[in-house]
């Protein structure tokens, strides 16, 4: 069994940074794929970027690409997710999910998911 557990939420004004983390534990993430989606009130919960785990390779939504970096720390089996220059419109809870099968922005990829983690931008 995974678990995931995210931290690092809260309330910042537009153009602030918040930096998520989150710490994986049960199994040995190699070979994972970590990723974070996010969730606003009324929509549907989307991609928001991703990394595989051993090579590094990153992949962002348009949306926050040039303002979000994902990294990761593999001896601490943690990812994070720095978010800078934060907009109203990236208020949502924020979900860390892992897979170990395949490269993807596909939710339905991840097997592992977290509690999440409420953001809120303030204009």
């Known amino acids: 069994q995974v678990q995931l557990v995210e931290s690092g939420g809260g309330l910042v004004q537009a153009g602030g940074s918040l930096r998520l983390s989150c710490t994986a534990s049960?199994?040995?993430?190699?070979?994972?794929?970590m990723a974070w989606f996010r969730q606003a009130p009324g929509k549907e919960r989307e991609f928001v970027a991703n990394?595989?785990?051993?090579?590094?390779?990153?992949y962002y939504a348009d949306s926050v690409k040039g303002r979000f970096t994902i990294s990761r720390d593999n001896a601490k089996n943690t990812v994070y997710l720095q978010m800078n220059s934060l907009k109203p419109e990236d208020t949502a809870v924020y979900y860390c999910?892992?897979?170990?099968?395949?490269?993807?922005?596909?939710?339905?990829?991840?097997?592992?998911w977290g509690q999440g983690t409420q953001v809120t931008v303030s204009a």
């Open positions: 049960g199994r040995t993430f190699s070979t994972y794929t």
């Open positions: 990394s595989r785990w051993t090579s590094g390779s990153t």
């Open positions: 999910a892992a897979n170990g099968r395949v490269y993807s922005t596909a939710q339905y990829a991840y097997d592992y």
